[in-house]
């Protein structure tokens, strides 16, 4: 099986992304002089500060014969150079860390519809999967915010189901907060195996009835769930590259994917950010989880994510105004969903999705209208602020709403 070749056009940090790349399964080779060595290049990299015309002139010969998807590296306020970048290249900011650098090119293969590669240097070989009719490219959400308790399981497991009522498509709960994620003990569904049954297996054998064999239905709503497992002493086992291979699967079986995930930057969670159509931030009105979204917005503007992220803004009745969170996190808040703890917990405990357990309350309406962003995307944002993040932490804990 071959792996993915990528061209490397780099001054600096060429010996590092080099190791990465080669680490990652891909197959990496430098182009030194302007030229491009000769076979055919799947990806390249293409640092836009090389001197004189390089750049140009290496891209210019890349997509001589055909369209490579170029990730073009930037520096700070720096332009793209006249003759650079087509609709399926993307930007980078430097410096880009070698991690970083993989998930943006493992990100690029994904949205091009190419397999990943492998840690073991191999393509995923699921030659059932290669040829199995493909229902179409699933949206995938992720689920995520920096801080634990925020409300992301709660989040997804509801919206999942409203996404599923108000589209009737297939839709996939697909748990990746890896030791620790409880998605089954929220929506009670009949478990079965999860992607840590898989873990000891080669990806030869991760194949299209083995992923299918980790999905259980939640009989009311019809949708799917896939789960990491359940024992938090097999987590380890999982790599980077089942989750992946299990979220491509994912993707290719279901319209919507909608990924609950860890909190924290670890490289698992990091992954399932990287490959997402679209990344829900939950941020609950309070400063400590502004400060933390604050920092993950850096950090996914940096790795030219920041385009994807959309905020949710969890228990949104209690704490800091929307406008003073909009401005603060420099993005328009798209939705927002009330505070009901005694709701939230009897349909928890009972394992029953709010949003089917009492439909009628506020907090199923606002769960629904999170769900919309999905199935009707064209929807507005709850505040319109986009403004650059403004310094805010010396005023914004003075203004809170009273609702
Ligand atoms: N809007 C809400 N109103 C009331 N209670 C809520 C709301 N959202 C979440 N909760 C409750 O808050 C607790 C934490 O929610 P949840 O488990 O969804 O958070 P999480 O971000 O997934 O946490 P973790 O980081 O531990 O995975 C749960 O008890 C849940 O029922
Ligand atoms: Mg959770």
Known sequence: MERPTVLLAVDGEAESYFQALERAGFAPTRATDGSVPDGSFDLAVIDCDLGGDLAASVYAALQENRTVPVLLMLGDGIEV????????DELALKPLPPDALVYRLQALLIRGGRHLPTESGAWASDEGLSSAPIAGEGHAV??????????????????AVAL???????????????????????LDVPFRLGLADLADSPPDEWTEA???????????????????GTDPAESERISVDLLLAALRWAKQHHSYVIIDNHPGYDDRTMAMLAVANEIFLVVTPEVGAIRNSSQFLELARKLGLGSVVKVIVNRANHGIELDDMSASLGLPISATVVSNGPKAVIA?????????????ERISDDLHSVARLISAPDSQPVTQSGASPRRWWGRIGERTSHA
């Open 81 to 88: 150079p006249a003759g650079l970048g087509t609709r399926a």
């Open 142 to 159: 992720s689920v995520f915010a920096p801080k634990g308790g925020v409300g992301k399981t709660t989040i997804c497991v509801n919206v």
């Open 164 to 186: 599923r009522q108000q589209t009737r498509a297939e839709v996939l709960l697909f748990d990746a907060d890896v030791g620790v994620g409880n998605v089954t003990s929220v």
């Open 210 to 228: 083995a992923f299918e064999q980790c999905v259980t239905t939640h009989a009311a709503s019809g949708v799917r769930v896939m789960t990491w």
């Open 348 to 360: 928890s405990n009972e394992g029953h999705p709010l949003v089917t357990k009492y439909p009628k």
